[in-house]
């Protein structure tokens, strides 16, 4: 950590300490003590490590401060000065007795009070969910900017982000929206435009930003591109699924399909289309989508009421049998995975596949789905039908 208290109650923080010689000076002239459990506490001035206070005795108190590493206590170092520099009444390590929490960093802006957690290293997921839960209830705003280290870039495809890192999302209208540092480049990272592929794999917009280039303002109100950005990647993600990936997926799911009469890697192209809402969906966009059309529109007739209520009311059923898996994430609000399902909806009505009648929720079979030869042609499709999509918005979007 890199705030203590003197035995007469003044608060140091390193932040403020200009030199060795200021440094060597405290550490001759006083004793510390944490402000939290007010134990003792000794400055460590060491030429390796970045200089701070660690707990002499061993304790409960901020575990995770004393396991901080180099890289977590430069990047917090680093943030503050960035907020300071843009005139904000920034605080340290502030301790909040009400919730015992004490995030990196504390303010106010716009009548708001927001905690900046920077996290490097992982912690309990519960802890973490705690901990956001928490802020909110005491009316604090909880921003969470990881550790760059924590990104992993599989491929110029995709990204892989864990649960635990997912739950460090900020919710921007109901989007996610993943925030990186780096203390060493001074770079931040920012992920929009989150589509997940299967339960770890994400197609992303990935800007890098250098952190004297915005303010805080522009990170938080970041504008996401409202399209859909990552067409290519998510068109080799579904060919490398059709051609390889399916194999590896559980038995349930190849025994359903196959039992259907359309095994998986022969799914139309109109499975596994990316919706807003879909970040609910932790099973595999193409398998929650191939169910929907395999079960209801598939084999439904021309002129057919196909129900939004009666497939939601059998998804619901998967998901309690664990067919399909919906993820965790309780700070979106306003938000639910049924939305996800009717979005699909309204996409297969924009592919002219469905036509609603009057009710936001029924639809009509319009057209029959191309059942894919093989899977070249399957991979064909898939392009088809992302044109048609993309004329479509094109085109709403020019009137
Ligand atoms: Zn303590």
Partial sequence: MLLAQTED??????????????????????????????????????????WHFAHAHNTNCGQEFER????????????????????????????????????????????????????????????LKKRTALYLQNHITPIWIAGRTRLKKVSHLSIKLSTFDLSMANFLHHQP?????????????ILSNLFPFSSTTFTASTEIVPACKINFSQLFQWKQGRNFECKESWLSLKQRFRTNT??????CYKRFFYENGCPISLLPGEAGIPVKSMIWMQTEAILWQGWILVKFIIPSRRG?????????????????????????????????????????????????VLKRTGSMTLFQKETEIIIPQNVENACQLDRDVWKRLNNLEKYRKDK
């Fill in 246 to 251: 399916h194999l590896y997926l559980s038995t």
């Fill in 9 to 50: 109650g003044r608060i140091i923080s390193l932040v403020k300490v200009k030199n060795k010689v200021e440094l060597e000076e405290l550490k001759k002239n006083e004793n510390f003590i944490c402000p939290v459990c007010k134990e003792k506490v000794i400055l460590k001035t060491g030429t390796k490590r970045i």
């Fill in 68 to 127: 901080e590493s180099d890289y977590h206590l430069q990047g917090k170092i680093k943030l503050y000065e960035w907020f300071q520099n843009q005139g904000f009444h920034v605080e340290l390590e502030k301790y909040i007795p009400e919730i015992k929490q004490r995030p990196d960093l504390f303010f106010q802006w716009k009548n708001k009070t927001y905690a900046i957690e920077y996290q490097c290293s992982k912690i309990d997921l519960q802890l």
């Fill in 177 to 189: 929206l993943l925030i990186y540092y780096c203390p060493i480049t001074n770079l931040f990272t």
């Fill in 304 to 352: 057919e009421t196909i129900s939004f209520h009666t497939i939601f009311h059998r998804f619901k059923e998967e998901v309690r049998k664990g067919f399909f898996v919906i993820r965790q994430l309780p700070f979106i609000k306003d938000s639910h995975y049924s939305f996800a399902i009717l979005e699909y909806l309204q996409k297969l009505e924009k592919l002219g």
